[in-house]
C-alpha cells in the first residue's frame, strides 16, 4: 500500500461511453501524475499537475481529460474513447515537482481499462 | 528528449545468483536516479534511489551510480524467484517536472 489509490481497478467500456477514472493520495503530496502503460511499452506520461494546476501535457488526444480539483485528488475523464486506448492507467504523485534531489513518485494500483 | 535506455532483455539468472541490472541515460543534468520493481500485471514499486556517486546499499540491492559515464546500475544479490518482475530505471532533472522511464529489463530468477 503506498498511500495512492485508484478506481476503479478494472473498466470495460464501450467506444461511446463516458466515464471517468480516480486517483487520491493520502500523502501530502502535491504533483499528481497520470501515466498510460500498452503492454511491452514503455510508461507513456499523459499529464502533470502542481497544486492543481496542469503543468505538462504530452500531446494526449482530447477524449481524455484530466481534473485536479484539489492536491489530493486527481480524475481522468474518458469519452469517445479507441480500441488502441485500452492499457493499465497509473496514477502516481511526488512531493514536489520532480525536480527536487531525492523526491520520489509513488504509483497506484492503477485501472485496467479495455475499450470494445 | 531525454532518454533512459535498458537492456529489455529477458535477463535469466539461477536463485542464489547475483543479477545486474543496468541503465543510460543521455541527459546530464539528470539529478536523481530510481529503481522500480513492477511485477506482471502490477503498479511500479519504488526500490531504491541514489543522487550521489557509489553505491548504496539496501539490503540485498545495492545501486551504483556514475554520472561521468551517465550509468546507473542495480544489484540484486542472493536472488530469489521472488525477484523475477520488470525492473524500471527512472531519472529526473534538477528543476524538471517529470520523471523519465526507461522500457524496463525483464528478469527472471530460476528455482
Known amino acids: 500500500e503506498t498511500g495512492v489509490t485508484q478506481t476503479p481497478r478494472h473498466l470495460v467500456m464501450g467506444m461511446t461511453n463516458k466515464k471517468s477514472l480516480k486517483c487520491e493520495q493520502h500523502?501530502?503530496?502535491?504533483?499528481m501524475y497520470w501515466y498510460k502503460q500498452s503492454a511491452k511499452k514503455p510508461l507513456e506520461l499523459m499529464f502533470v499537475?502542481?497544486?492543481?494546476?496542469?503543468?505538462e501535457n504530452n500531446s494526449v488526444p482530447s477524449r481524455f481529460s484530466p481534473e485536479c480539483p484539489n492536491s489530493s485528488h486527481l480524475f481522468l475523464h474518458l469519452h469517445t474513447l479507441q480500441p488502441e486506448d485500452s492499457a493499465l492507467y497509473l496514477c502516481?504523485?511526488?512531493?514536489?515537482?520532480?525536480?527536487?534531489?531525492?523526491?520520489?513518485?509513488?504509483f497506484g494500483p492503477g485501472t485496467r481499462l479495455t475499450v470494445l | 528528449q531525454k532518454e533512459v535506455e535498458q537492456n529489455s532483455g529477458p535477463l535469466s539468472v539461477p536463485e542464489g545468483a547475483i543479477a545486474s541490472l543496468n541503465c543510460t541515460y543521455s541527459d546530464r543534468g539528470s539529478q536523481s536516479f530510481f529503481w522500480y520493481r513492477q511485477y506482471s500485471g502490477k503498479s511500479p514499486e519504488l526500490i531504491m534511489f541514489i543522487y550521489s556517486n557509489g553505491d548504496k546499499e539496501d539490503g540485498r540491492f545495492t545501486a551504483q551510480l556514475n554520472k561521468a559515464s551517465q550509468y546507473v546500475s542495480l544489484l540484486i544479490r542472493d536472488s530469489q524467484p521472488s525477484d523475477s518482475a520488470t525492473y524500471l530505471c527512472a531519472v529526473n532533472e534538477a528543476g524538471g517536472n517529470q520523471f523519465y522511464f526507461g522500457t524496463g529489463t525483464s528478469l527472471t530468477v530460476i528455482p
Open positions: 500523502l501530502g503530496h502535491n504533483a
Open positions: 499537475y502542481s497544486l492543481e494546476e496542469r503543468v
Open positions: 502516481a504523485s511526488s512531493r514536489t515537482l520532480a525536480g527536487i534531489l531525492g523526491d520520489t513518485q509513488y
